[in-house]
């Protein structure tokens, strides 16, 4: 089964300093090359987000995001799993997850079917 490993940071995520910085991102890196990660992309700051959302048939653009949280999602993964342990077990390991931010673990709709 694929399952989205979504990301939040938690807002001071980046504030580290230069050593600690290059460490935790050697750590993200070695964790992405663990099996059955397929993909992933880190995303950029939230203050760069357009939120869309259509009324009357018309889009309507707003900088930002779309809510004001406390973490925000920093990046997703997908990870291909034998069962939901596998997957909670790989998104423990990731540094968000410890370092006041968190890893929602979701699966995924494989293409052609629809979510119940």
């Known amino acids: 089964m694929k ?5 939040y940071n938690a807002p001071d995520a980046r504030d580290l300093p230069e050593g600690q910085l290059e460490a935790l991102i050697d750590e993200y ?16 700051l ?3 987000a357009t939120t869309v959302r259509v009324e009357n048939g018309e889009a309507l653009l707003s900088d930002g995001p779309f809510v004001d949280a406390k973490e ?17 077990a790989l998104a423990a390991r990731i540094p968000a997850a410890r ?18």
């Not at 890196?29 to 950029?44: K, T, W």
């Not at 979701?106 to 079917?113: F, H, K, Q, S």
Request: glycine share 14%; net charge negative; aromatic share 6%.
């Open 29 to 44: 890196q070695e964790i992405f090359q663990s099996p059955g990660v397929i993909d992933g992309q880190q995303l950029q």
């Open 72 to 88: 925000y999602l920093g990046g997703l993964w997908l990870l291909e799993a034998d069962n939901l342990d596998v997957a909670t």
């Open 99 to 116: 370092m006041g931010g968190a890893v929602e673990v979701r699966p995924v709709v494989e293409r052609g079917a629809l979510a119940r």
């Open 46 to 48: 939230p203050g760069s």
């Open 3 to 7: 399952y989205a490993l979504l990301i």
